[in-house]
């Protein structure tokens, strides 16, 4: 780096000051507008567009994915760092979980980074993350080598903690379905066999064992089918489960149980019991030390202080899970109401287009900006985040 680092942060904060009241409408205009998960279609547009007005070269659906994008600005293949932006909501709450300012972080981040580099120092990328509360844009993008190649991926998340990471864990959605014998109760009972019998005795069953699971696990289930008539022995019953672990080696170990359990229950009511996912699977966040670190120190500049989540505490999950256990990620939070709130509430989806908001998104923007940098800049950063992950998944 030719800069020292006060000088580079001026930089930064010059580049992101000019764009400021620029990204707040992008913000503002996104929490305006709300899409849901895979029909983010205008949400892709309006920061693909930001993104080529400032030289990116933009692909629109990348991944196989409609609403999704992968913006590059320049042309050597490493270093590269990702920013992800992220811009579902939630269905009937807007942007209560703040996505309208991820998005606009991580936009400023990529223009801003580009902006100061000097030369071809690395190529800076941006990346449109549809689908994150529902369907796991990030795990497919993953799954089809979009973030092979990138030396890290930075986000930060709006919240009502501070904290420097992120405990999510993993999960994931199982149906199980019981195959039964449909009998009239009163004209030939002895001949029926109940499928919906055998799916309640799956919850009795799941309800003893939770009571053994390890900290940070659970299964909850819903009946999506449990027979069309009552005067009909249920042929077949069906129930959705949600499974979360602490870890993804967790999970896995929860479905182990899950399936277990239904075989044995459809040995003991002489059903067949049929057990498959149904959802993509998110995995446990694996945080990068010394990335978050950074992105704290870079914080701290703005009077924001991050500190290490509250021990014992698990939060839900994130398709950023996925991404972390292929390259370095970092994914604090940064509180923009007071921690007797939640996300997922009208009032966060307010506080999401409030005064706080913008200044923890300009705030953040910074941080991510010089984070990125670093990365691209600074071999010594590059070569500990790597070795950190590398010795973490061991």
Not at 96 to 111: R, T
Request: net charge negative; proline share 5%.
């Amino acid at each position: 780096m030719t800069d020292t680092a006060d000088e580079l942060l001026e930089r930064v904060r010059g580049e992101v000051a000019v764009r400021a009241d620029r990204l707040w409408e992008v913000a503002r205009a996104l929490h305006a507008d709300p899409e849901y998960a895979f029909a983010e279609h205008r949400a892709a547009r309006l920061l693909g567009a930001e993104l080529e007005r400032e030289g990116f070269a933009v692909e629109q659906g990348a991944a196989g994915l409609p609403t999704a994008f992968a913006a590059r600005a320049g042309t050597r293949s490493r270093p590269a760092v990702a920013l992800l932006l992220e811009y579902d909501a939630l269905p009937g709450l807007g942007h209560a979980c703040g996505h309208n300012l991820i998005a606009a972080a991580g936009l400023g981040a990529a223009l801003a980074a580009r902006a100061v580099l000097d030369g071809d120092e690395g190529t800076v990328w941006a990346v449109g993350t549809p689908a994150e509360e529902g369907g796991g844009g990030k795990i497919i993008e993953a799954e089809e080598g979009l973030f092979d190649g990138v030396d890290a991926a930075l986000m930060f998340h709006p919240g009502v903690h501070s904290w420097q990471w992120a405990p999510l864990t993993a999960q994931a959605q199982y149906r199980v379905g019981f195959h039964g014998r449909a009998a009239h109760p009163t004209g030939n009972p002895t001949e029926g066999v109940d499928a919906l019998a055998a799916l309640i005795q799956l919850f009795n069953t799941l309800n003893a064992v939770g009571r053994r699971l390890p900290e940070g696990s659970h299964i909850q289930g819903i009946i999506t089918d449990g027979g069309r008539a009552t005067n009909i022995v249920p042929e077949y019953a069906e129930g959705l489960f949600g499974l979360r672990a602490v870890t993804t080696a967790g999970l896995e170990d929860l479905a182990g149980e899950l399936l277990t359990c239904a075989q044995g229950v459809a040995r003991a009511t002489g059903t067949t019991a049929a057990v498959e996912r149904a959802t993509l699977r998110y995995e446990h966040f694996r945080d990068s030390p010394v990335l978050s670190g950074r992105f704290a120190r870079h914080l701290e500049r703005a009077g924001i202080e991050l500190t290490p989540p509250a021990p014992g505490v698990y939060l839900g999950s994130s398709d950023v899970g996925n991404v972390s256990g292929r390259v370095p990620a970092i994914h604090p939070f940064v509180a923009i109401m007071d921690p007797d709130g939640s996300d997922h509430t009208p009032e966060f989806a307010a506080a999401a287009a409030s005064e706080r908001g913008r200044q923890v998104m300009l705030a953040a923007t910074e941080a991510l900006a010089c984070t990125a940098l670093e990365v691209l800049l600074r071999p010594d950063v590059r070569e500990k985040a790597w070795d950190a992950h590398v010795a973490g998944a061991q």
